[in-house]
């Protein structure tokens, strides 16, 4: 079955950039999506078709793809950004799938 | 606003079944599909399948293909998830989430909690 590919963990200090990886075999032709989940809350869309910005989510959250590889960049991270990361995409028959999650540590 | 609001948390024994429901409001109800998600406890996000609203086509998980159901009823915009022959592991909170098409889950509801325990 398809696979996400995350780092497990990222730490960055206040002010820094957070560059967060996706790996996945179909990500040259399929969109990645980006979620961010603070601790007992649903997940938030921060980033959507490879680079897009919903409405209301801060500047300082970009996206970008390239080949096999989708990256979510926080510059300048902020304390209030720690949180769970997830990739998510589709498969060849649209099955979505997400990584694995990334735990992002600002401090 | 958008708002998708979920039924309340149900607690099942091994082989039961649960539905849940995800009511939505502040949008043209047949305009989008509806993804659903779970959450096992301290583990990640996976993807459980995909209804469209507009004309009911589904799309499923492999793993859940024979357990899972879900299905709309668009006279009281509200969707729901059926999973049969529950297990230990099918403990997670389950999300609804509206899609916009391709995986852009623009909105959630608030979770509800399943619990499989004998």
């Known amino acids: 079955s398809y696979e996400l590919t995350q780092p497990p963990s990222v730490s960055v200090s206040p002010g820094q950039t957070a560059r967060i990886t996706c790996s996945g075999d179909?990500?040259?032709?399929?969109?990645a999506y980006w979620y961010q989940q603070k601790s007992g809350q649903a997940p938030v869309l921060v980033i959507y078709?490879?680079?897009k910005r919903p409405s209301g989510i801060p500047e300082r959250f970009s996206g970008s793809s390239s080949g096999t590889m989708a990256t979510l960049t926080i510059s300048g991270a902020q304390v209030e950004d720690e949180a769970d990361y997830y990739c998510y995409s589709t498969d060849s028959s649209g099955k979505g799938v997400f990584g694995g999650g990334t735990k992002l540590t600002v401090l | 606003q958008v708002q998708l609001v979920q039924s309340g948390a149900e607690v099942k024994k091994p082989g039961a079944s649960v539905k849940v429901s995800c009511k939505a409001s502040?949008?043209?109800?047949?305009?989008?599909?509806i993804s659903w998600v779970r959450q096992a406890p301290g583990q990640g996000l996976e993807w459980m399948g995909w209804i469209s609203a507009y004309n009911g086509n589904t799309n499923y998980a492999q793993k859940l293909q024979g357990r899972v159901t879900m299905t709309t009823d668009t006279s009281t915009s509200t969707a729901y998830m059926e999973l049969r022959s529950l297990r230990s592991d099918d403990t997670a909170v389950y999300y609804c989430?509206?899609?916009?098409?391709?995986?852009?889950?623009?909105?959630w509801g608030q979770g509800t909690l399943v619990t499989v325990s004998s």
């Open positions: 502040g949008y043209t109800f047949t305009s989008y599909g």
């Open positions: 078709e490879d680079s």
């Open positions: 989430a509206r899609e916009e098409g391709g995986g852009n889950l623009d909105y």
């Open positions: 179909a990500l040259p032709k399929k969109y």
